[in-house]
Structures are given as C-alpha cells and as structure tokens.
C-alpha cells in the first residue's frame, strides 16, 4: 500500500506545515501541497514536496501545474483558480481540470483554492481537495482546518481527512474503487 500526504492553503502558517511533515513525512511515499504557501518556492519546508502556484502565491518558481506518477498512480496536481476551480453552488468547478487531467492521463487530480475539504469521482478520475489548515471554509469550517492523506492498494482509493491535531475525521473519509 502506497500513502500521499496532500496540504494546501496554509496562507503563511508555516508552523502548521512543519507539524504536519512532522507527523507524517517518515510515513507517506509522497507529499503534495496545492497552492496558496505565501512563502517562497525555494523555502527548506518544500525540499521532496511536489509544490504548485496558487493565487495568493508571488513566487514564479512555482509550476502552474504538474504530474506526477508514484507508485503507479498518475497525479495531476494544480491550486485551481486557472482552472475555474470555485464554483458558486458547490464544493468545486472540476470540468476545466477533468480535462487538464486526461491530458496527463492521470487517474487523482489534486487541487485547493477552495479551501473546502473533499473527495468525489468524477468523468472517471479522484479529485481530492484537501481543504485549508489554516482559513476553512464550507460545511464543516468549524473543524478548524483539514488536510488529507490519500492510501492506495491494488482495489481501492481510501481518503482520510485530518484536523490540526491530526486526529483522523471518518465521517469524512471517502472509500472509491481504483
């Protein structure tokens, strides 16, 4: 079984990110952080982090987007506000990065911006948003913050969402055929 911590919008928390990579660098076989750092692209807290730009973001060295293969699961991985990722009545837009992702062929699309934690299938492909550690927003703003870990066997996508604390949410936890 393959594991991928996923973090996004910390807007300038570091300390939280640290916590996080703390807790479960030693234990994932990749980490993704989509967007929204406000730090710099060359910062230490990113070295073996897939990284990309999101809005609030002034660092060019950070990609627009990226994919990425681990474990023999194809990522796609970008914030989402230059894919039209916020969507006024729901949890997320995913038609403009559905189409980026099968242009990479990639099986998970990874994306933030929203901050509002989630993971659905859609046109085929697992889009997981990891929500904000630190400005949530949507039903379930008053955890105070999540981020995801995604685990994967031969059969099944498994996504676990976190708090802060990094106490495990299972209400929240999605279960999909890979």
Same mark, same amino acid.
């Given at each position: 079984m393959s *594991? +991928?911590?996923?973090?996004?919008?910390?807007?300038?928390?570091r300390a939280i990110f640290l916590d996080i990579l703390k807790q479960w660098q030693s234990r994932v076989d990749g980490i993704f952080y989509d967007g929204d750092s406000e730090l710099p692209a060359d910062d230490k807290v990113f070295e073996g /982090?897939?990284? /990309?730009?999101?809005? !609030?973001?002034?660092d060019t060295d950070f990609v627009d987007a990226r994919a990425t293969t681990i474990d023999g699961v194809a990522f796609f991985q970008t914030h989402g506000h230059l894919y039209d990722a916020t969507s006024l009545?729901?949890? @997320?837009?995913? *038609? *403009? !990065?559905s189409r980026?992702?099968?242009?990479?062929?990639? *099986? /998970?699309?990874? +994306? $933030?911006?929203?901050?509002?934690?989630?993971a659905v299938t859609y046109q085929g492909?697992?889009?997981?948003?990891p929500g904000s550690t630190t400005i949530p927003k949507g @039903?379930? @703003?008053?955890? $105070? $913050?999540?981020?995801? /870990?995604?685990?994967?066997?031969?059969t099944q996508f498994t996504v676990t969402f976190y708090n802060r604390r990094h106490e495990a949410l299972p209400d929240l936890t999605v279960i999909v055929a890979r």
């Open positions: *594991q +991928f911590l996923i973090v996004s919008d910390i807007h300038g928390d /982090v897939s990284t /990309v730009i999101g809005n !609030m973001d002034d009545l729901g949890w @997320a837009n995913l *038609q *403009q !990065m980026a992702a099968d242009e990479a062929n990639a *099986q /998970v699309v990874l +994306f $933030g911006h929203t901050h509002k934690e989630g492909k697992l889009f997981i948003n @039903a379930h @703003a008053n955890l $105070g $913050g999540t981020y995801a /870990v995604l685990s994967v066997n031969e």
